[in-house]
């Protein structure tokens, strides 16, 4: 008589218990690998934005002049700075730019102050990310006070309420006369935190990751301001 074989499997309910404990590891690696993933991101974007105010200062020193950000576009002035001082590099920003990239042109033309103005790497060239002026882009966002342009709008990351808790909480204050700042979107994809703001903007307010991956706010760089 053949001996019969026999067959061994899993059971349904062995199935199930086994897909669960997988879905229940995914769950709970997900989030530390999404944070260290955020983290890693943000790295490098500090270390990217260290790399643009090393080349604006550097501008600066050689050319006496600060770029041309959103606020000082469109007027007879920037034209006269485009001429005189950034070679011409770029659209006559006196008919205003309409991407963020255009302001960072004269610091890789024609003298490469940096080979090359690495992208924001939370920045969808393609959504608007809540510019009062609709530009987009998928630079970094370039601001400044700059003291040869003096405009009611001349302070960028200055939106802020004086008293407002938030402000005093994270030590934000504007820009000073002579400083610049780098400004990444963050996390959120969109400038600052629109509940924080009369306008619906709070250009600034800075990022931190402890508050979780996708928080509010902005990664901001700054400038000390131009010596004395």
């Not at 610091?107 to 992208?119: D, G, N, R």
């Not at 990444?184 to 250009?203: E, F, H, N, Y």
Request: hydrophobic fraction near 35%; proline fraction near 7%.
């Amino acid at each position: 008589m053949a001996n019969k074989r026999q067959i061994s499997g899993f059971t349904l309910i062995e199935l199930l218990i086994v897909i669960a404990i997988i879905l229940i590891l995914i769950a709970i690696a997900l989030p530390n690998f999404m944070e260290a993933q955020s983290r890693a991101r943000l790295t490098r974007t500090k270390g990217d934005m260290r790399g643009i105010v090393t080349a604006v200062e550097a501008f600066r020193t050689e050319r006496d002049a600060l770029l041309i950000d959103f606020w000082d576009d469109g007027t007879p002035e920037s034209g006269v700075r485009w001429r005189e001082k950034l070679a011409r590099v770029g659209r006559n920003p006196q008919y205003e730019y309409t991407t963020f990239d255009e302001c960072f042109y004269p610091l890789t033309s024609p003298v490469k102050y940096m080979t090359s103005v690495p992208p924001d790497l939370w920045n969808d060239p393609k959504k608007d990310v809540g510019f009062s002026a609709g530009e987009k882009g998928q630079s970094y966002i370039y601001f400044d006070d700059d003291p040869l342009f003096k405009f009611s709008w001349d302070h960028s990351i200055d939106r802020f309420v004086p008293t407002h808790p938030a402000q005093i909480e994270t030590n934000t204050r504007p820009l000073q006369e002579g400083e610049f700042a780098i400004l990444s979107l963050g996390p959120d994809g969109v400038i600052g935190i629109k509940s924080l703001s009369r306008d619906g903007q709070k250009r600034g307010y800075p990022y931190s990751p402890t508050n979780g991956t996708l928080s509010g706010g902005d990664i901001v760089f700054r400038s000390q301001g131009k010596p004395d």
